[in-house]
């Protein structure tokens, strides 16, 4: 049951109060990766979502994206593309300023990471308020990639963040 394996997956994020700073509550996902069987579960349901739906590459978004992401493409023999903060990436990048509550972050890709037409997921461990991955699909765009969706573990929907992203959104825990 799809309820149960939610609820597994519930239970096994810990609430951080006032981090990284006051007034801030930090959904941290420590607990399912260190739960053997909790993070095959949201592999499990991540795989199941997107299973013989149209899609080429997983897009992960520094850092916790990453985790989920490479073991998802992994495990869906996809390819992974990791998107990263601003000077990580060693080769000629792509970049994307996007605004934040108070100034402004960017992301950036490999020029050559995603080829034309590559059918793409952007996946990240937490939806707040669709910045980041607004973001990650305009840079995925740009690489003249196709955008299919973004997936979560978590989507804080209070936050409406999924009405900035103009693709089908899916999250295992909403808030
Ligand atoms: P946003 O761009 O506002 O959607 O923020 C998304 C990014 O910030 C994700 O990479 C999350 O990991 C992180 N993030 C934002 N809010 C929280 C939160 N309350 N708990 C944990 N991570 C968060």
Do not use: W
């Not at 069987?37 to 013989?52: I, Q, R």
């Not at 149209?54 to 593309?81: C, N, Q, Y």
């Amino acid at each position: 049951m799809d309820e149960e394996r939610i609820e597994q997956i519930k239970s096994l994020i810990r609430d951080v109060p006032d981090f990284p700073k006051p007034g801030i509550l930090f959904k941290d996902i420590s607990p399912i990766l260190a739960d053997p069987s909790g993070f095959n579960v949201c592999l499990d349901l991540l795989a199941e979502h997107y299973d013989g739906k149209p899609l080429d590459t997983i897009v992960g978004i520094e850092s916790r994206g990453f985790i989920f992401g490479a073991a998802l493409a992994a495990r869906m023999r996809k390819s992974f593309v990791p998107v990263r903060k601003p000077g990580k990436l060693p080769a000629e990048t792509f970049a994307i300023e996007y605004e934040l509550e108070y100034g402004t972050d960017s992301v950036e890709i490999h020029v050559d990471a995603l080829k034309p037409g590559d059918r793409v997921l952007v996946l990240d461990d937490l939806l707040a308020t669709g910045g980041t991955a607004a973001a990650t699909g305009q840079l995925v765009r740009k690489a003249g990639a196709e955008l299919i969706g973004a997936a979560f573990v978590i989507e804080l929907a209070f936050l409406s963040g999924s009405n900035r992203l103009d693709v089908p959104v899916f999250s295992l825990v909403k808030y």
